[in-house]
């Protein structure tokens, strides 16, 4: 009868611990979320090419330029300003600008615009120019182009440097690309244009802590701390003594609430003589 009951108890005790769910903590720890850097402002100074424009303004093609929507020229360079973009930490990403350039001569014959160029900083030594090419070309060609990668820009003298806040172009080399080429019909790919020169200031914010993750309940699986052979066993005073005085306590409470049932269930039957 002991050992039933110190055993009875021990199935308690690991039924209420089962029960009880413990605090379980996510590992995720805290990172940071790179900031993106913002452009504004920027400026572009370039000459497109210097001997197309005497050929333009001499006395075969006997044309001119015009300039608008922003752009400028002030000899011997057209200028953009109010450049904007975004780019990242390293200085590389897109700033651009409003304006356009429209070069004609051979009454007519040659009308083409470049406009709205583009600055895509791809390294710390590399970039391409990008521009809108429209019109017809000196062989009269209708062209009709948004975004061509006109230019590679060669940054090798002046690398870019994230940490200046301003990402500097001094005079960088111009080469004409074949998209170029084709696009504007005067010269092959491969011909070396006006540098290119640039300030884009850059602005970045802080880096931001992203939150860890929140701290999710766990349920801890069932363990058994008494095995039936320690209960049967154990039978010193500080042992299964303890255990078998509550065993016989929760044991005397069921029997009494058995009792009530019992005599209850007989007094019904007493009180209906039906079977």
């Known amino acids: 009868?002991?050992?039933?009951?110190?055993?009875?108890?021990?199935?308690?005790?690991?039924?209420?611990?089962?029960?009880?769910?413990?605090?379980?903590?996510?590992?995720?720890?805290?990172?940071?979320?790179?900031p993106g850097c913002t452009v504004a402002e920027a400026?572009?100074?370039?000459?497109?090419?210097?001997?197309?424009?005497?050929?333009?303004?001499?006395?075969?093609?006997?044309?001119?330029?015009?300039?608008?929507?922003?752009?400028?020229?002030?000899?011997?360079?057209?200028?953009?300003?109010?450049?904007?973009?975004?780019?990242?930490?390293?200085?590389?990403?897109?700033?651009?600008?409003?304006?356009?350039?429209?070069?004609?001569?051979?009454?007519?014959?040659?009308?083409?615009?470049?406009?709205?160029?583009?600055?895509?900083?791809?390294?710390p030594t590399s970039a391409m120019l990008h521009l809108d090419v429209r019109g017809t070309t000196q062989d009269g060609a209708a062209i009709d182009e948004l975004d061509v990668p006109f230019a590679t820009l060669d940054l090798t003298a002046h690398p870019v440097d994230p940490a200046a806040g301003t990402v500097v172009l001094d005079a960088a080399a111009a080469t004409l690309t074949q998209e170029g080429a084709t696009a504007f019909g005067t010269y092959p790919a491969g011909t070396a244009l006006d540098p290119v020169s640039a300030s884009i200031p850059v602005?970045?914010?802080?880096?931001?802590?992203?939150?860890?993750?929140?701290?999710?309940?766990?349920?801890?699986?069932?363990?058994?701390?008494?095995?039936?052979?320690?209960?049967?066993?154990?039978?010193?005073p500080g042992g299964a003594g303890t255990a078998l005085g509550i065993g016989i306590g929760a044991a005397a409470s069921a029997a009494a609430a058995g009792a009530t049932a019992f005599v209850v269930v007989r007094r019904r039957r007493a009180a209906d003589p039906s079977p």
């Open 43 to 123: 400026t572009l100074t370039w000459g497109f090419k210097e001997s197309f424009r005497s050929y333009i303004s001499g006395s075969i093609a006997k044309g001119s330029w015009t300039t608008a929507d922003g752009a400028t020229y002030t000899t011997p360079s057209f200028g953009w300003s109010g450049g904007s973009g975004t780019t990242d930490v390293s200085g590389a990403g897109t700033v651009g600008w409003t304006g356009s350039v429209r070069f004609t001569g051979h009454g007519g014959i040659l009308d083409t615009m470049i406009a709205d160029p583009t600055i895509e900083v791809t390294g």
């Open 1 to 34: 009868m002991r050992d039933a009951l110190t055993l009875g108890l021990a199935g308690t005790v690991v039924a209420l611990a089962a029960a009880v769910p413990a605090l379980g903590v996510s590992s995720a720890s805290a990172a940071t979320t790179t």
């Open 203 to 236: 602005s970045c914010a802080d880096p931001t802590p992203t939150p860890s993750a929140t701290p999710v309940p766990a349920v801890v699986a069932p363990t058994s701390t008494v095995s039936p052979a320690a209960a049967s066993t154990d039978h010193g």
